[in-house]
């Protein structure tokens, strides 16, 4: 370092403090407007809100009691920055109370749940929960029942209402 | 090599005492660098100091007993070099939404020239990469190498091993196929589990209420973005503490003197780089990556799973009972990420001799053969992937 002058006049150690606090402060402001308006923008979703729709799904006669019956239908949905046809399944089932519509994501994690009628449970592949005809955990990690979504019977036809 | 004194080893016994008075004097190294028409080496080296830094690096003292397990950090900065080239290309060919992610990764692998072999270069890289990181950990820890003034390499190597980890959780959406479609529902539910923040989490990691358009925006920005950011950082800082305090000797000091790195650690480099290399073409030539159907959330026939060295954790959440999840998701996970962050200071032993940090080394092996055995299990109980039948040979008829 040969090549750079000696260091001239002793600096005011005051001077040094007060214009370091300043940048310091500068510096920081400049650290808020990065991050802020990111932060902002990327967390943006957290604020979503999911709204109830309602769907007609079939014929309410083609569901016998005691029948647990696989449905897809499909509904247009928001995605991001386009709206989408999405494909949902449910299964219905008549009970003695009426037709209760299950959502078919296990309430461990979410994997799509199988129905196996010889057994009558609902299988989910993943971690081995187990439900019966009504959604009760019968084994598995599962915490909860299954999901219920609501349902109306109008002019014959089952209708069920998805958050989406 | 006497025309060039800034490659001089330190002691050069072919120069004798009576060669050396024949020659004439040679010009120091500042006065070469400052003539007026200096060799273009010199005249970069006063610049840049180019080839002080490559002699530098090429004089590392290895301390003796140093040897294979010291090349574990090259093979992964080599394979790091791989991702970041493979990565780039596909991102060439690669279109980051529901309509186009599958299509354009189908694409790339049965249509562009050599796309099958750089996608199974990524592929099989981000495995190797994991088990090589691994390894490095292992000899590491079994070394006792994080121990004072190295606790702070170990810390940022526990920061690079949780950025890889994220590389290959948000790289497995990108094809936006059944399993990494079902992967990833599984996979961003684990943000629900913690307790009190769990539902807004799940909002910002999956970017809305379901796995959609907005995820995979997501998890690409912070694949090619977020993440190679991050890791440049960290594996600089990681090299440059490793540089700053050489690299440790055996845990029993050897006799003998240490010797530069080049040319024999050097060349034991090569040779492991050569193998790993080497396995990584092989892999993606034999075992080109598959593409399975496209994401359908209504299918039933498939069975979801991670990425296999995810399935020590997948089989965790099997055997907790109901209500439990917390602890296979965030509790067991998060104390064995604290436990590694603050190894250098739950171990207090002066020694780094096994022997005599021995509860460390036990409830580490405890943990190793804890992850070992689940990730076992999970590998033998998961069946085989099922992929298109006949999409091959669809595809390449329709060419
Ligand atoms: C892709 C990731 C990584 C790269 C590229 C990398 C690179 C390197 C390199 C080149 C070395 C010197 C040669 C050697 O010992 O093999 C090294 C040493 C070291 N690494 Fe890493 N590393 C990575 C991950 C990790 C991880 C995950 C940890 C720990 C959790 C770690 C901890 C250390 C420590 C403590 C040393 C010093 C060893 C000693 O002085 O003996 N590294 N690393
Ligand atoms: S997701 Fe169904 S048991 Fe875990």
Redesign the interface.
């Known amino acids: 370092m040969s090549e750079h002058e000696p260091l001239l006049d002793p600096i005011d150690p005051q001077r040094r403090k007060v214009m370091g606090a300043i940048v310091g402060v500068i510096n920081l402001g400049l650290i808020g407007a990065i991050v802020g308006p990111v932060v902002g923008f990327a ?1 943006s ?2 604020k ?1 809100k ?1 709204k109830e729709t309602w769907v007609e799904l079939m014929d309410e006669h083609l569901i016998a009691p005691g029948e647990i019956k696989e449905v ?1 239908f499909s509904m247009r949905v928001v ?4 709206e ?1 046809e ?4 449910v299964f219905l089932c008549r009970t003695e109370e009426g037709v209760l519509c299950l959502d078919p994501a296990c309430t ?5 749940v ?1 129905y196996q009628s010889d057994r009558r449970r609902f299988i989910c ?4 929960g187990v439900f019966d005809e009504e959604g009760r ?1 019968k084994s ?4 909860k029942p299954m999901d219920r979504h609501p349902v109306k019977i109008e002019g014959g036809k089952i209708w069920i209402s998805r ?1 989406v | 090599m006497s025309k060039r004194p800034t490659y001089e080893p330190h002691e050069s016994p072919s120069l004798t005492p009576e060669v050396r008075v024949d020659l004439p004097r040679e010009a120091s190294e500042q006065e070469r660098l400052h003539l007026d028409r200096p060799a273009f080496r010199d005249w970069l080296e006063l610049r840049v100091g180019w080839y002080g830094f490559v002699r530098k690096n090429l004089d590392e003292p290895m301390p003796p007993g140093v040897g294979w397990w010291q090349t574990l950090g090259n093979l992964l900065l080599t394979l790091l070099m791989f991702q970041f080239v493979t990565g780039i290309a596909l991102a060439m060919f690669y279109s980051a939404s ?1 309509e186009t992610a599958h299509a354009s990764v189908k694409h790339i692998t049965f249509n562009v020239t050599l796309g099958s072999f750089v996608r199974g270069l990524h592929v099989w890289g981000s495995t190797l990469i994991v088990v090589v990181m691994v390894m490095h950990t292992l000899r590491v820890f079994f070394w006792g190498s994080y121990k004072k003034p190295r606790e702070l390499t170990w810390v940022v190597g526990v920061l690079i091993f949780q950025v890889i980890l994220g590389f290959s959780f948000t790289g497995y959406l990108l094809p936006w196929d059944q399993k990494a479609y ?1 992967a990833t ?2 996979g961003t ?2 943000a629900a589990t913690v307790p009190f923040v769990g539902d ?1 989490l799940l ?2 990691v ?5 796995v ?3 995820t995979l ?1 997501r998890f690409y920005a912070a694949h090619v973005m977020l993440l190679p950011a991050a890791l440049m950082g960290l594996v600089a800082i990681h090299l440059y503490l490793v540089r700053r305090h050489h690299i440790a000797g055996p845990v029993l000091p050897q006799r003998g003197r240490p010797v530069p790195f080049y040319p024999n650690q050097l060349f034991k480099d090569a040779v492991v780089l050569l193998v790993g290399v080497g396995m990584l073409i092989y892999m993606a030539i034999g075992f080109p990556p598959a593409l399975e159907g496209i994401a ?5 026939d ?3 799973r991670p990425e296999w060295y995810f399935l020590g954790l ?1 089989e965790l ?2 055997i ?6 917390m602890l296979a998701t965030v509790v067991i996970p998060g104390l064995i990420s604290i436990g590694m962050l603050f190894l250098p200071w739950l171990d207090r032993s002066d020694s780094r001799h096994p022997a005599r940090r021995q509860w460390i080394i036990t409830s580490g092996m405890a943990v190793i053969l804890l992850i070992g055995l689940m990730t076992l299990k999970g590998i033998l109980e998961t069946p085989p992937p099922h992929e298109v039948p006949g999409e091959k040979e669809e595809v390449v008829a329709a060419k």
């Open positions: 967390a979703p957290m979503s999911m897809n995605d991001g920055y386009h989408v999405r494909k949902y399944t461990h994690l979410g994997c799509r199988e592949p993943c971690h081995g955990v598995g990690p599962p915490p958050e | 529901p079902w529902v599984v539910r684990i807004s909002l910002l999956r970017g809305g209420p379901e959609g358009a907005l925006t359908d959330p209504t299918g039933t498939f069975s979801p997948y959440l099997k907790m009972p109901a209500g439990y999840e």
